[in-house]
């Protein structure tokens, strides 16, 4: 083993990979009154930008098996990390509104090889410390969204948004530079058991993908539609993002704490309601007061969000046996998870261009919180061990 094959060089690239998985999208939205100004699209052709990543994402990952066996978990990796970089390159001269949409395609399928394949990498290489790992690769994710929410207007106001949308091709490029070491001389990844091989045919991973598309739901929601609501009351693009960048942060520390804890609990429905309950306060608050409680609005609606999108990634693995399972469930979760999730935005953006409000779309994600306590109450950790063994 060489220092770049290390675990912790591995860790290191996973970081950078997931660091990369989000820029694409986050930037949107603080952006969007200029993009809209601009290239002249109305709300609901506006919200594809978001909802066409997520929709193609879930396409994607529903190919995961195929793309274990071709062109592999390494090599898959690699290209979706390529396919992101070139989409935000294209940004860069992207004026017309079916530029910009072919750069989120090119960007959704991207993102989606890395989303189904990565898990089986953690699987393979960090078999006794998966929780927390797929804990630290989730929350570099939300890090990534960090930086895109609180930058993309900061840099729109200095070199315009095209340069803004464009600049994040900088971290793909190094991602795809170090991943090719890091992922060299991997741990072989085994095939998946019959059960597992054919995802659609468990009732359990349909349960998983519902609640992980409710789950993100909730994160392309915000992503896409909180800094325009905030626009709408007359707060300044900067202002708007950096609220959208305090909820990305709190999800990054609430990603953290799961990291730090979660290999502690082995029945996750503790951490799994607290989630929820602090995302449904989160919108509660939002709801009776939005600018007076702007900030513990954004906190909790962050720590909600932060917890809940790892959490469903390790608790989608804790019910797979070998990494082949992880991965062929993991890319089914996800993929039906991301098609009910890129719905989300999208109905947002109808919403808002025939109400001019998005209160009614507040209000829908607040009563799916009830959902998402109601299917988190059955993942029982001996259910998980039952059907990884099946």
Partial sequence: ?????????????????????????????????????????????????????????????????????SPGIAAGVGIGIVLIGLACAARVGAQHAWLLLASACCAGIGIAMVQALLPGFVKANFATRIGGVMGVYSTSIMGGAVLASVAAPLAAARWGWLAALACWTLPAVVAAAVWPFASRDGAPIAAASPVLARPSRSPRAWRLALFFGIATGAYTLVLAWLPPFYMRL?????AAGGLLGGVT??????????????????DRRAALFAAIAALFVGLVLMLASPEGLALPVALLMGAGIGALFPLSLIVTVDHAATPADAASLTGFVQGIGYLIAGLFPFAAGIVRQHLADLTPAWIAMACLCVVLCALAAGFAPHVARRVARA
Wanted: positive net charge; charged residues 15%.
């Fill in 249 to 266: 942060l709190a999800e990054v520390v609430a990603g953290l704490a799961v990291s730090a804890t979660i290999d502690r609990m082995p």
């Fill in 234 to 238: 007359g707060w300044s693009p900067t």
């Fill in 1 to 69: 083993m060489n220092r770049f094959t290390s675990p912790g060089w591995r860790l290191a690239a996973i970081v950078l990979v997931g660091l990369n998985l989000r820029p694409a999208l986050a930037a949107v939205g603080p952006l969007l009154d200029m993009i809209q100004r601009a290239t002249g699209i109305d709300d609901s052709t506006a919200s594809l930008l978001t909802t066409i990543p997520i929709v193609l994402m879930g396409l994607g990952a529903l190919c995961a098996r195929r793309l274990q066996r």
